[in-house]
């Protein structure tokens, strides 16, 4: 079991997203990838999801309030600088114990 928040990046939209899995992960981006998810759901705007950060927690639900957490930011620098500095991570999941 894959508990944690990811973050994907699809080349072609130059954009991020953000979600939360409690199962395995790789089934979940290929799921995205392959349009599995329906209506207006924003990953079916391309195929090229792959992840860019992954965050292991210990809790779904820890999980969905990080996601949440990093959505309220609505920034792609703050996803960029998790990224860059580690430090970063440790202080969110911190803030979203």
Request: proline fraction near 1%; include cysteine; aromatic fraction near 12%.
């Amino acid at each position: 079991m894959d508990i944690c928040t990811y973050i994907l990046f699809s080349k072609v939209l130059n954009r991020f997203y953000i979600g939360a899995c409690q199962k395995l992960l790789s089934e979940r981006i290929q799921k995205h990838n392959s349009h599995f998810y329906q209506g207006k759901h924003f990953t079916n705007s391309a195929d090229d999801w792959e992840l860019y950060l992954i965050i292991a927690l210990t809790s779904y639900a820890h999980a969905i309030r990080l996601e949440r957490k990093i959505k309220e930011m609505k920034s792609s620098r703050y996803i960029q600088n998790l990224k860059k500095y580690p430090e970063l991570i440790e202080k969110i999941i911190l803030e979203t114990s």
